[in-house]
C-alpha cells in the first residue's frame, strides 16, 4: 500500500490564483481530513468526509472547498489564493481510529 | 487557552537521558493520541490511548484520565528521537476529528 499520498509536494502562487491541493488513499479509509499547519500553531482542520459524497467543515474552511467523489480521493480547493493561506497541508485519513498522514504541501502564495 | 496544552516547547537532551513530555487537555475525549513529526515534515502515529499505558521499544505513553493529562516518556534517548512530539486528543464524537496541541520540539544530542 502507498498509503496517504499527496501531490504537490511544493507550491509557489501569487495571490488571487487557484489550485487544487491532491490526496489519495489506497486504504479504503472512510473517514478523510485536511489539515494546515502553520509555525508555532497546532494543526487545525480545515474541512474532513465521513465518506464518498459526504464533507464538512472543520475549523478553518474558509477560503477552501472541498469534494469527495470516490473513497479514496479528497482534493481540496484553494480559490483566489490570499497571503494567509501560505501554510503547510497535510491530509490525512483513519481506520479503527488509527490516523495515516500523506506527506504534506507547502504552498506560499506571495 | 488551548484546549490542548504541551510542555514544554522545547527540549534539549543528552544521549541516553530519560526524557518526558506532557500533555493536558479540558474537553471530554474518546481517545488521546501521541504523534511524531520529524523535520522533513511527516507525521507518524506512535500511540493511541484511551486508559492505562502502552510501550513501544524505548516510547512509554501513559494517561491519566481523571486527571485529563498523559505524559511520553523516551527511555536512553538517541539522537534520532530529535523530532517534534505531538499530542492529540479525539473528540467524543462520531467523526474522529482531533484536536491538537502545539507539539514539543526535542533535539537529543550525542
Known amino acids: 500500500n502507498a498509503g496517504v499520498t499527496q501531490t504537490p509536494k511544493f507550491r509557489i502562487l501569487k495571490i488571487g490564483q487557484s489550485m487544487t491541493l491532491q490526496c489519495t488513499q489506497d486504504?479504503?479509509?472512510?473517514?478523510m481530513y485536511w489539515y494546515r499547519q502553520d509555525p508555532g500553531m497546532g494543526l487545525k482542520l480545515i474541512y474532513y468526509?465521513?465518506?464518498?459524497?459526504?464533507?464538512d467543515k472543520g475549523e478553518v474552511p474558509n477560503g477552501y472547498n472541498v469534494s469527495r467523489s470516490t473513497t479514496e480521493d479528497f482534493p481540496l480547493r484553494l480559490e483566489l489564493a490570499a497571503p494567509s493561506q501560505t501554510s503547510v497541508y497535510f491530509c490525512?485519513?483513519?481506520?479503527?481510529?488509527?490516523?495515516?498522514f500523506g506527506p504534506g504541501t507547502r504552498l506560499t502564495v506571495t | 487557552k488551548n484546549e490542548v496544552e504541551q510542555s514544554p516547547q522545547n527540549l534539549t537532551a543528552q544521549e541516553g537521558e530519560f526524557i518526558t513530555i506532557n500533555c493536558s487537555y479540558s474537553?471530554?475525549?474518546?481517545?488521546l493520541h501521541w504523534l511524531q513529526q520529524h523535520p522533513g515534515g511527516g507525521i507518524v502515529s506512535l500511540f493511541m490511548?484511551?486508559?492505562g499505558k502502552k510501550k513501544h521499544g524505548r516510547l512509554i505513553a501513559t494517561i491519566n484520565i481523571q486527571e485529563k493529562h498523559s505524559s511520553l516518556h523516551i527511555t536512553a534517548s538517541h539522537p534520532r528521537d530529535s523530532a517534534v512530539y505531538i499530542c492529540?486528543?479525539?473528540?467524543?464524537?462520531?467523526?474522529?476529528?482531533?484536536?491538537f496541541g502545539t507539539g514539543t520540539r526535542l533535539q537529543v544530542f550525542p
Open positions: 490525512a485519513s483513519t481506520q479503527f481510529y488509527e490516523q495515516y
Open positions: 486504504m479504503n479509509h472512510n473517514y
Open positions: 468526509s465521513v465518506g464518498a459524497g459526504i464533507t
Open positions: 474537553v471530554g475525549i474518546s481517545a
Open positions: 490511548l484511551s486508559s
Open positions: 492529540a486528543v479525539r473528540q467524543r464524537d462520531n467523526t474522529d476529528k482531533l484536536i
